[in-house]
């Protein structure tokens, strides 16, 4: 079983940069998929970026794409995303995901383990 819980979001003003945290225990999940999500008020859960399980290999949203940037450190056991140039509707709850398999997903029934999320919010 893996735990997986996100850290670094908070308010920031448009055109700002944060950067958000997984932590995963559990198990290593260096040979697992990763991914993140996000989900806006009374909308479905959505993608934003993914990774392979060696890092070699990522995928974006085009909502996202040249914004931002995910990354992970399997000695660690962590999974990043460093966000530049936020726009209000970047505002969501982010979700860390892993996937059983070393392949990048970029669809969430593709993946076995959730965090909880972490609220990002951008003003205008």
């Known amino acids: 079983q893996v735990q997986l819980v996100e850290s670094g979001g908070e308010l920031v003003q448009a055109g700002g940069s944060l950067g958000l945290s997984c932590a995963a225990s559990?198990?290593?999940?260096?040979?697992?998929?990763m991914g993140w999500f996000r989900q806006a008020p009374g909308k479905e859960r959505v993608f934003v970026a993914t990774?392979?399980?060696?890092?070699?290999?990522?995928y974006y949203a085009d909502s996202v794409k040249g914004r931002f940037t995910i990354s992970r450190d399997n000695v660690k056991n962590a999974l990043y995303l460093q966000m530049n140039s936020l726009k209000p509707e970047d505002t969501a709850v982010y979700y860390c995901?892993?996937?059983?398999?070393?392949?990048?997903?970029?669809?969430?029934?593709?993946?076995?383990?959730w965090g909880q999320g972490t609220q990002v919010t951008v003003s205008s």
């Open positions: 990774i392979n399980s060696d890092g070699g290999r990522t």
């Open positions: 559990g198990r290593t999940v260096s040979n697992y998929g």
């Open positions: 995901a892993a996937r059983l398999g070393t392949a990048y997903a970029a669809y969430a029934a593709g993946y076995n383990y």
